[in-house]
């Protein structure tokens, strides 16, 4: 059975691209625009990691990060959070909120590929 990745974010470009990439990588792909639809697919799809937008409207990436935290179900999920905010103190306020790991875009597939890998103990 393929992992699940639940990409939530706003940037349509940006989540066709994470979608197509991930899919061809062998991964089941779900994808939210915000944050009351990442909240409502958690219990649907039941993704392994969620990559996770920073700047949304309405909840935040640091809103949702807390609140899937929050969850009993949360706890096991990976997230990585993917910003343009790239300043040490974002950084510090998502590792604190729950996240496990931070990539600033612009980013490289591969460095990508290479951390989901990584959070999901499939690294070679």
């Known amino acids: 059975m393929a ?6 974010d706003d940037e349509a470009n940006i989540v066709v691209s994470l979608e197509f990439l991930l899919k061809r990588a062998g991964f089941e792909v779900a994808v939210a625009s915000e944050g009351e639809a990442a909240l409502a697919a958690l ?4 993704p392994q990691l ?11 990436g640091f809103e949702i990060c807390q609140a899937i935290r929050e ?3 949360g706890r096991g999920i990976k997230i990585l959070m993917l910003t343009a905010k790239g300043r040490a103190s974002d950084v510090s ?4 909120l729950g996240a496990d790991a931070f990539i600033v875009k612009p980013f490289s597939t591969r460095d990508l590929l290479e951390q ?8 070679p």
């Open 50 to 60: 969620v990559l996770l937008d920073v700047m949304m409207p309405g909840k935040s």
């Open 43 to 46: 219990a649907s799809f039941g």
């Open 71 to 73: 969850l009993p179900e």
């Open 93 to 96: 306020k998502g590792l604190a």
């Open 116 to 123: 989901i890998a990584r959070l999901l103990g499939n690294a």
């Open 3 to 8: 992992q699940r990745i639940l990409v939530v």
